[in-house]
């Protein structure tokens, strides 16, 4: 597996976004199982677990820890923190990043991870009542304890970056992004790159859209997230077909998968993005890691690029925190 860096931590040119196995897809298979797939994308080459403490909330935190306990000096595990979620419900949860907040939150995270040091943490969300500086002050600290080791923020805008590096530097961002949802472009990957920070898309395959795998009239249980995301409804589905036509036009002239040109196409932005696919099929699996030895034409590219700028897509994003099961 190639690897790529995030500020100064080195990585896998691919991770695993590790959310689906718990929670949003539908039922998840059996642990033991999940356990045993964790192990066998580390035997693949993946070394970037991505979790959070809301993912669950806290079973998938439980589950990676459990999986990477015995390859823990091998891997880099990063996770999140950001929500303030009541315990006797889990349910209710409200975002929240007061510094007693994400400390506390930091050591229940250490315990379900199995460690004593987070690799990357993240902000989950920006808490508009908290000054990013004071959460940058806290991490920092977190830091200097040898608790974190790398400093991240999720779906965050140029300025709260710049504000935040000011106080601690940060290592990667984490936003969505692929070619139905370009939202990054141009101030936060400019950003990034004028600071040196790693940039890690996050639905990097559309939610399964860009596999090619979601027809116009796909339809989704009560148990699926993407029931609940107007991106997803049939009409939307419909007047975004356009898109998928162009991935699979030119998946077929790579001789390529339609999600590998997707993943391909975010690979070829620069050299500081990770994608973070989810999955917890093993030939899925395989499918994503094999992007990595996909090169795109130039012409390819630019269809892709073409296709995608302008174009209006139907139904707005899902951001990540509608809800997490």
Avoid at 60 to 88: C, W
Avoid at 115 to 128: E, G, K, M, S
Wanted: glycine share 8%; with cysteine.
């Amino acid at each position: 597996m190639k690897t790529r860096t995030l500020g100064t931590l080195e990585v896998s040119a691919l991770g695993l976004g590790c959310m689906g196995m718990s929670v949003n897809y539908g039922p998840s298979p059996e642990r033991a199982d999940l356990i045993a797939f964790t192990r066998v994308a580390f035997d693949l080459g993946v070394t970037l677990f991505d979790t959070a403490q809301v993912y669950g909330p806290f079973t998938n935190e439980d589950l990676v820890g459990e999986a990477l306990e015995p390859i823990r000096d091998q891997v880099v595990i990063s996770t999140k923190f950001g929500f303030d979620i009541d315990p006797a419900d889990p349910r209710r949860r409200a975002i929240s990043s007061r510094p007693d907040l994400i400390r506390s939150s930091v050591e229940e995270s250490l315990q379900r991870l199995r460690t004593d040091h987070i690799d990357l943490l993240y902000q989950h969300r920006v808490d508009p009542t908290v000054p990013i500086e004071d959460v940058a002050g806290t991490v920092k600290e977190l830091i200097e304890e040898g608790k974190v080791l790398h400093f991240g923020l999720s779906e965050a805008g140029a300025d709260t970056i710049r504000r935040a590096y000011a106080v601690q530097p940060v290592s990667a961002v984490q936003n969505e992004y692929s070619l139905w949802a370009r939202d990054p472009e141009p101030d936060v990957l400019q950003t990034c790159a004028e600071l040196g920070i790693g940039f890690v898309p996050w639905s990097p395959l559309g939610q399964g859209f860009l596999t090619g795998s979601v027809s116009a009239t796909a339809t989704f249980g009560d148990d699926d997230i993407r029931s609940r995301f107007l991106r997803f409804t049939p009409d939307a589905l419909a007047a975004n077909q356009p898109i998928i036509e162009v991935v699979n036009e030119v998946a077929l002239s790579a001789h390529a998968t339609p999600a590998q040109v997707a993943l391909a196409w975010l690979l070829s932005r620069g050299d500081s993005i990770v994608p973070i696919p989810g999955t917890r099929k093993l030939h899925r699996l395989q499918e994503n890691l094999a992007a990595t030895d996909v090169v795109l034409s130039a012409e390819g590219l630019r269809r892709l690029d073409e296709a995608t700028a302008g174009f209006n897509v139907a139904g707005a994003r899902g951001s990540g925190h509608e809800n997490y099961g």
